[in-house]
């Protein structure tokens, strides 16, 4: 509170413990009293007696609290808090790579399924397919993990949680003959890793969008896609090799297991609180019961879909994984039974396409983020759409009359298609993730990423129902090419409704802008406010402020 006047204005607090003189007039939060009736010295005297009585001491807490709104957008934090926000680095970095890293057993149970249980290329993509059931009910999770706590967090528990569930999953694969052998036990081992997998996602995903938005740090979904990616190199890599020097399936799924217990150990260590979250205002776990908060969070996540900005560009991302029917299964099939690809060859196209996917990822990062979202969107749609006819190069053996062999095109081209598809969705998450209400990450990313997954399903089964109509069996990839080519036309076709997409990659800066400008031209008519620990004026008070002030050291001196 500043009261002015003509006479001399003293402070009855000052956070300094230095000389008067040497240091600034006045605290940003101390109160500056008044009066006509006192005279300086005793004022003085009264000042210096409750000084003595009560000593001000600034910490570090407190000059944190004094820094400008403007320059708490940087991350300003002492040895401990660094020190903890690199504890979230590893807790995200080692997630997003263990999630890169599962290629590493799926290769194995893929190898394990076509060449070990001698599955025709149909009921492989429908195992592939179904697997991903679990992952339709992540809005379920998200909803859990934005509004039930668990031991006073609501992120890591359910981290821990889906990373126990992969490690027992692909433990018994190795550690149970009868789960790797039998058509049910070992459909339930896969529904029961993707189930665990997808809680994980879940949190992790809700995590990232939170911290990101607190601490005004945007596009942390990119770095995340980053991790994944090196996690996916080394997980193929390290894949083709151990089928191609032990061929032993069950010792890759016991040591995947074995990393998912050292994600466990970290998940463990970690607490949530030091990780720089902020808890929810509407949290109140004593007075709402269960049903309550599950049906409050289901009715923020309702009204978050309805935006337009979500909804639209929603429905376009969906569409475009819906309509195109997969076939990943017959060329997985084709690949390895007509062509003779070995399971080296294989591995190392999935890294080749996972080093494509990461190099993407480091230019979007870089340069594509001003590219306008509609026009991003398509050209990356066009790109998938013919990235899709190179398939159809390595069925008609194009490549051998170019004179380049089928291991070579493989290892080169043959993970295009994936890592184009995987690196479409990018734009869309960090588009959602800056959409998201507070309090409602985990539910409105859980809900997408949902709705991309059951997308995808449909898409498998689609194209298992293409394959069937065609007649691509394992012994007959005749009409394989046609396939191929619905596919491409079928890829073509969202184009048409591509202005649903949203035009600006982040919607809300904008707005933001805009509001700030008025603003800022207004503050600098008035004046520069400066924030310090010991500091603050307006330069509209500066001139009658030093009059008293100078007023007030000349009777001092006295």
Avoid at 21 to 28: D, G, I, R
Avoid at 74 to 88: A, T, V
Avoid at 195 to 213: M, W
Wanted: charged share 15%; proline share 5%.
């Amino acid at each position: 509170m500043l009261i002015c006047s003509r006479i001399p204005l003293l402070p009855t607090r000052l956070g300094t413990q230095s000389h008067m003189k040497n240091q600034a007039l006045f605290s940003p939060t101390s109160r500056i009293l008044c009066s006509q009736q006192q005279s300086p010295k005793s004022t003085m005297k009264e000042y210096r007696r409750r000084r003595a009585l009560n000593p001000i001491i600034i910490t570090p807490d407190e000059q944190i609290s004094l820094i400008s709104k403007q320059s708490e957008k940087k991350l300003i934090l002492d040895g401990k808090k660094g020190f903890l926000h690199q504890e979230m680095m590893i807790l995200c970095a080692l997630g997003y790579y263990v999630n890169g890293f599962r290629g590493f057993p799926w290769l194995a149970l893929n190898f394990h399924m076509a060449h070990n249980l001698n599955m025709n290329p149909s009921t492989l993509q429908i195992v592939q397919n179904m697997g991903n059931l679990p992952m339709v009910a992540k809005p379920f999770y998200g909803i859990l993990s934005d509004a039930l706590y668990i031991g006073g967090a609501h992120r890591i528990p359910y981290v821990s949680i889906g990373v126990v569930l992969q490690a027992l999953s692909w433990g018994s694969l190795a550690l149970i003959p009868a789960a790797s052998k039998a058509f049910i036990p070992l459909m339930a081992c896969v529904l029961l890793t993707n189930f665990g997998a997808s809680i994980a996602e879940v949190a992790k995903d809700a995590l990232i969008a939170e911290y990101g938005q607190y601490n005004k740090v945007p596009g942390l979904q990119s770095y995340a896609l980053m991790a994944s990616a090196v996690g996916g190199v080394l997980g193929n890599l390290l894949g083709g090799i151990f089928l191609v020097k032990a061929l032993q399936t069950k010792s890759m799924f016991l040591a995947f297991a074995a990393i998912l217990v050292l994600q466990l150990t970290v998940c463990l260590k970690a607490r949530e609180e030091s990780l720089g979250l902020p808890q929810p205002s509407n949290y109140n776990p004593v007075r709402e019961s269960i049903p309550q908060i599950i049906k409050r969070q289901y009715s923020d996540l309702m009204v978050a879909i309805k935006d337009e900005s979500v909804s639209h560009s929603l429905i376009w991302i969906v569409s475009s994984i819906l309509l195109i029917p997969a076939l990943s299964g017959s060329i997985f099939c084709y690949q390895t039974q007509c062509l003779n690809l070995d399971s080296s060859v294989i591995g190392m196209s999935k890294v080749t396409g996972q080093l494509m996917l990461l190099s993407l990822t480091i230019l979007y990062d870089r340069f594509g983020k001003n590219i306008p979202m509609r026009k991003l969107a398509s050209i990356m749609q066009i790109s998938y759409a013919f990235s899709l006819l190179l398939d159809m190069v390595l069925v008609k053996q194009i490549n051998i009359q170019l004179g380049i062999s089928n291991e070579v095109f493989a290892l080169c081209f043959s993970g295009l298609a994936e890592v184009i598809a995987q690196f479409k969705l990018l734009p869309f998450y960090m588009l959602f993730a800056s959409l998201a209400p507070s309090g409602c990450e985990g539910s409105l990313l859980s809900f997408v990423a949902s709705a991309l997954c059951l997308s995808s399903i449909f898409s498998g089964f689609l194209g298992v129902g293409l394959a069937s109509f065609l007649g691509i069996t394992s012994g007959d990839y005749s009409n394989l090419p046609l396939g191929i080519m619905v596919q491409f036309l079928a890829a073509l076709l969202p184009l048409r409704w591509i202005g649903c997409v949203t035009t600006s990659q982040d919607p809300t800066e904008k707005n933001v802008k805009k509001g700030r400008s008025k603003r800022t031209r207004r503050t600098r008519r008035v004046g520069r406010v400066s924030y310090d620990p010991m500091y603050s004026y307006r330069r509209e008070r500066e001139s009658d402020l030093q009059r008293c002030w100078h007023a007030t050291v000349g009777w001092w001196g006295e």
